[in-house]
């Protein structure tokens, strides 16, 4: 009797051992992406000529990010948007990407930031009162609430490079303020480096919340990027330009 309950406690003893130590296939081994931030320091006024320092801090959770693949600043004056001009930031290795600016007019300007860091992209923006600019557009910029950044963030999830004549899946997560971009009108626009003036355009479907889908087939190898543009109701309208390899 003894050798009979002996035996059934050891075969208890490697069920509840191996029931210890099987996967429950709930995805807890598997770690979730943590978002970058981006936090632009810009000053509110300067006078024409004057040197703006521009500094962008990039975190990711308490680690400072100092590896980001692109950081550009993209400045333009009120009104003018489509004759914006890029500047590229210097990586001083700490998390801070710099760069400086001057304005030779008074003026309203608006500064923005492109961070592009481990697959995901956020890009800030400020405005800088330059001078003694027309009272006009000073209330216009109030309206606008100048001194607030607009934190959008976009995930590329899927790969960046496809095979020619084979369906190319686009899969791009969406964020503001740290929180899923749901009902955007999303679209990709793209292109071959080497033939710039076709573009053509992937439209996006929402999937899940702040997720965003398309497909394409490619019928040509090359260098390509695609810009992602973003907009909704409330009047954003933001895009990020990323490369992709097509073989």
Not at 2 to 24: M, V, Y
Request: neutral net charge; glycine residues 6%.
């Amino acid at each position: 009797m003894k050798k009979i309950l002996l035996s059934i406690l050891f075969i208890s003893t490697l069920i509840i051992a191996g029931c210890g130590t099987k996967d429950n296939g709930n995805g807890s081994n598997e770690k979730s992406v943590e978002p970058i931030n981006v936090v632009l320091d810009l000053q509110e006024k300067a006078k024409v000529n004057e040197n703006i320092p521009l500094s962008a801090t990039v975190t990711q959770g308490k680690e400072k990010v100092a590896d980001a693949a692109k950081v550009e600043y993209e400045v333009w004056e009120e009104g003018a948007k489509d004759s914006s001009k890029m500047i590229k930031a210097t990586n001083e290795k700490n998390g801070k990407y710099t760069g400086k600016v001057a304005f030779d007019h008074d003026g309203v300007y608006t500064i923005q930031v492109h961070v592009t860091a481990r697959d995901m992209h956020m890009m800030p923006k400020k405005s800088v009162v330059v001078g003694n600019p027309d009272m006009a557009k000073m209330k216009s910029a109030e309206e606008g609430d100048h001194h607030e950044e607009s934190s959008v963030m976009m995930h590329v999830m899927s790969p960046k490079t496809a095979k020619v004549g084979e369906k190319a899946d686009f899969n791009i997560h969406m964020t503001k303020h740290n929180k899923a971009l749901t009902n955007a009108q999303v679209q990709i626009e793209v292109w071959n480096k080497a033939n710039e003036k076709k573009h053509e355009w992937i439209p996006m479907k929402e999937t899940a919340k702040g997720e965003y889908s398309g497909t394409h087939t490619f019928t040509k190898a090359g260098n390509y990027q695609f810009k992602v543009h973003v907009e909704n109701k409330e009047g954003l309208h933001e895009h990020q330009i990323f490369d992709y390899e097509v073989k």
